[in-house]
């Protein structure tokens, strides 16, 4: 089945420590997202990607930095800069030049500090 | 710049009831999406409106587009417990980039 693979569901960081999310498709999707979510609240993009080796800064991008080198794969860094890092954390992507199919997501990841 | 708000911000109402959820977008768009998010999880496709007039129903949900008064809706008919979640609705950026823009969400309870 294809679909959005997030690893690892849930991830610890220590003061002054990066930390990388992965993120997989196989469904040939273009276009892939991170967003980050804080509880209660909705979604803010953080980077976003529509083509392999080309990426762009969303809304929140300060401390995280990303990659594109493969069209299947988005991984995101989250950088000691990032002084407020718990959050859960949703891959997304989308067929970006058919533009009339909703984006799918994975299931999470959910970073806290230690 | 885009922007896309909904209303209510939270809802809670008895079983049985019907409601409506509200959505407006500041800049033209013929492409609206619905999602829905449980406690704890992902995001999962409801609903996705592509032209003005579009409606789409799938058991007690009804989605419509009204482009030109910049307006999705989400109907609820004769809410049931399993209903409660979060709903988001969605609009493709125009800007050439393939931005998605997402509404604050609308928490949904339904009492039994």
């Known amino acids: 089945d294809g679909g959005i693979t997030q690893s690892p569901k849930y991830l610890f960081r220590k003061e002054g420590q990066n930390v990388t999310l992965s993120c997989e498709q196989n469904?040939?999707?273009?276009?892939m997202y991170w967003y980050r979510q804080d509880p209660g609240q909705g979604l803010r993009l953080i980077y976003y990607?529509?083509?392999?080796?080309?990426?762009q800064k969303g809304d929140i991008a300060e401390g995280y930095s990303v990659s594109r080198e493969k069209k299947e794969s988005f991984p995101l860094t989250v950088t000691s800069a990032q002084k407020n890092p718990t959050a859960f954390y949703l891959c997304?992507?989308?067929?970006?030049?058919?533009?009339?199919?909703?984006?799918?997501f994975g299931d999470g990841t959910r970073l806290s500090i230690l | 710049e885009l922007k896309v708000e909904q209303n209510p911000l939270f809802l809670s109402m008895q079983e049985g009831k019907n409601y409506t959820i509200y959505c407006n977008y500041s800049?033209?768009?013929?492409?609206l999406y619905w999602y829905r998010q449980d406690p704890g999880k992902s995001l999962e496709s409801l609903f996705v409106?592509?032209?003005?007039?579009a409606v789409k129903q799938e058991g007690r949900l009804m989605a419509s587009l009204d482009t030109k008064a910049r307006l999705s809706t989400l109907h609820i008919t004769a809410a049931v417990h399993d209903l409660s979640a979060t709903y988001f609705c969605?609009?493709?950026?125009?800007?050439?980039?393939?931005?998605?823009?997402f509404g604050t969400g609308t928490r949904l309870k339904v009492l039994a």
């Open positions: 997304a992507s989308s067929a970006g030049r058919v533009r009339n199919q909703p984006q799918h």
């Open positions: 469904l040939n999707h273009d276009a």
């Open positions: 990607s529509q083509i392999v080796n080309d990426f």
């Open positions: 800049t033209t768009s013929d492409r």
């Open positions: 409106l592509l032209s003005n007039g």
């Open positions: 969605a609009v493709d950026s125009t800007s050439g980039t393939y931005k998605y823009i």
